[in-house]
């Protein structure tokens, strides 16, 4: 079964300093999407991406938050500034176009810990 | 927009036992629901969805849902639970045409030996 692929598994950074996470959406989906979790709180809608731009932003989504995708299979978070309050379990999801029935395919996520 | 609750933050069932974890969701029209599991550390796992059809549904791992339209419910059940099921178990609600998928806060099943 096609999958969702999320790099790294876990990343440490430095408070103050730039992240990447990478995701590799299954290849037919056109919807692409990121949540985030915080250490045993609920998870949480961040951003959704379609036809190379955002779609809709949570709140939680500021100008730190940034989504691209670069090559036409990644798909990327970038946080410019990491905060402590950063650290959480982030998630990657894809979904194919009009397939609202199937729900999202979720990665296995990105333990993100900020120090 | 649509929203879910789930009542019950922590469960412990014994192994063995039947389990059911309540869903109650919010939404204009017809929804969308999914229950997924999350083993500690781990991702997210479709257990099963109900998007029409017969209101209960069959999914992975042994478990079942059944929705109710009268009680805007979608509870999950199985009855004979493993210790391998220990986890967390969110329930969402999707629309027709994807968007707005929300998850629940979560409910925590323990199992005893």
């Known amino acids: 079964e096609p999958e969702v692929t999320q790099t790294p598994s876990h990343q440490v950074t430095q408070m103050g300093q730039e992240v990447i996470l990478r995701c590799v959406p299954i290849?037919?989906?056109?919807?692409f999407y990121w949540y985030r979790q915080i250490l045993g709180q609920k998870v949480e809608f961040l951003v959704s991406?379609?036809?190379?731009?955002?779609?809709?932003k949570s709140e939680i989504f500021d100008d730190q938050f940034s989504v691209e995708r670069p090559d036409g299979s990644n798909f990327t978070l970038k946080i410019r500034s990491t905060k402590l309050e950063d650290s959480a379990m982030y998630f990657c999801?894809?979904?194919?176009?009009?397939?609202?029935?199937?729900?999202?395919?979720f990665g296995s996520g990105t333990r993100l810990t900020v120090v | 927009a649509q929203s879910v609750t789930q009542p019950d933050i922590h469960i412990t069932v014994s192994e063995g036992a039947s389990l059911e974890l309540r869903c109650n969701y919010s939404?204009?029209?017809?929804?969308?629901l999914f229950w997924y599991v999350q083993s500690p550390g781990q991702g997210l796992q479709l257990l099963l969805k109900y998007f029409s059809g017969d209101t209960l549904v069959q999914g992975i791992k042994g478990f079942e849902a059944e929705f109710k339209r009268s009680q805007s419910s979608f509870n999950l059940r199985k009855p004979s639970v493993h210790w391998s099921d220990a986890a967390e178990y969110f329930c969402a609600v999707g629309t027709y045409y994807g968007q707005n998928f929300v998850f629940g806060p979560g409910t925590r099943l323990s199992v005893l030996p």
């Open positions: 939404y204009g029209a017809t929804p969308y």
């Open positions: 991406f379609y036809n190379n731009e955002i779609s809709e």
């Open positions: 999801a894809s979904r194919a176009p009009g397939q609202g029935r199937n729900g999202y395919t």
């Open positions: 290849s037919n989906h056109l919807y």
